[in-house]
């Protein structure tokens, strides 16, 4: 169920206050950060919160909770979110349930006596979370000094809802949820590591196109690290932007190929050359690969409303070391270890090329299941 955009929007109300800080901001900021986000009316001012037709979206600031909850109760009036039996959140319309919801608010105390439906937040079966087609636990917990590291890990876990390869995924999310935290507490912005980052991307590719892998491998493990960086902390900071969005999608979409073709050119810096037709048949691989892969990924996507690395377990394992950039940065560094760049770019290709047979199966096996009349949903709804 999603609210319309044509709908009446409800106001959203902080109740109380809080100077606990959470990502370098207070309870307060961050919550009309997250009604800015969802293009909601804000007030501070319980006392004119009055929305109308849509209704008030009361915030209890004793409690941090995940963005997902506001989007949750948007579309759902009348409908409380609660922890521990305290109100969290709650969507109503009536002047009675909304005195209710933020007296036990103030007295940090159970809710009685109406007729919202209540959520709990620690309740197992959790939320579905439409758009990715995956059942997920938002977190709903009390805001107080001890809690703050928890909760921002919450977030910080909470940010990347999909899917991921292996180095993401086990690699590094200690040193970007450290830099993360760095950033957010030092004012930085997401645009501002996007753009670090993206200097970063070019200098590998000057130093791989030289043969200085050891060194280009160096720079481009922190680009990598940054990567995850700019996305996390705009979604923990609720900073995100059409242009730092476009921005950080556009480097990640169109510097692969140029890393491949530096690292190929630079094996003739290095001492081991590839051969005229070598090189052409690595390069062609790798770019027909690489493209075709995303298109078959895009047509998944309009086919079926769900990324291809959700539909089946199967497709999330192989996530895990498909290839992309990070997996093939793990092949050229076992080719490096052992002396031998070129025999690491030849493997790249040559695993693009089965990965892409594997996605266009994949397609296929599902379109099969479509026709068959088979739903195909994805195995972590």
């Not at 955009?5 to 990502?23: E, H, K, L, Q």
């Not at 959790?126 to 000094?145: D, T």
């Not at 291809?308 to 199967?314: D, P």
């Amino acid at each position: 169920m999603a609210a319309s955009v044509s709908s009446p929007r409800p106001i959203v109300v902080p109740v109380g206050d809080n100077p606990t800080p959470i990502w370098g901001m207070t309870a307060a900021e961050r919550l009309r950060r997250m009604a800015v986000a969802r293009k909601l009316p804000f007030t501070d001012d319980i006392a004119t919160g009055d929305a109308g037709q849509g209704g008030v979206l009361l915030a209890n600031l004793r409690f941090a909770f995940d963005p997902a909850w506001l989007a949750h109760l948007v579309a759902r009036p009348d409908t409380v979110l609660t922890r521990d039996g305290v109100p969290v959140l709650a969507h109503v319309a009536g002047a009675d349930a909304r005195a209710a919801v933020a007296a036990a608010m103030a007295a940090d105390g159970p809710l009685a006596g109406t007729t919202l439906t209540v959520i709990a937040a620690e309740a197992e079966e959790g939320i579905l979370n439409e758009a990715l087609r995956k059942r997920e636990r938002p977190f709903a917990e009390r805001l107080v000094p001890a809690s703050v590291a928890a909760i921002e890990r919450a977030s910080y876990v909470g940010a990347y809802k999909g899917v991921t390869d292996l180095l993401t995924k086990y690699l590094w999310p200690e040193w970007a949820l450290w830099i993360t935290r760095l950033c957010a507490r030092a004012g930085i912005s997401p645009n501002q590591v996007t753009a670090i980052g993206s200097l970063l991307c070019i200098v590998a590719t000057i130093a791989f196109w030289h043969g200085w892998f050891w060194s280009g491998l160096g720079i481009g493990l922190l680009f990598m690290v940054l990567d995850t960086v700019d996305g996390k902390l705009a979604r923990c900071t609720i900073t995100s932007s059409a242009l730092g969005n476009a921005w950080d999608h556009g480097v990640d979409l169109v510097h692969p190929p140029f890393w491949w073709w530096a690292w190929a050119a630079g094996c003739t810096a290095y001492g081991r050359p590839l051969t005229h037709d070598a090189f052409v048949a690595v390069i062609a691989a790798m770019l027909f690969g690489y493209v075709a892969q995303r298109l078959i990924e895009g047509a998944f996507i309009a086919r079926f409303g769900m990324h291809i690395h959700v539909w089946q377990q199967f497709d999330s394992r192989f996530r895990l070391v498909t290839a992309r950039r990070n997996p093939n940065m793990v092949i050229l560094f076992a080719g490096l270890l052992v002396t031998r760049p070129d025999w690491g770019i030849v493997a790249v290709a040559a695993w693009t090329i089965a990965s892409l047979a594997v996605h266009l199966v994949r397609l296929f096996q599902a379109m099969a299941a479509a026709r068959r009349g088979e739903a195909v949903v994805s195995w972590l709804a």
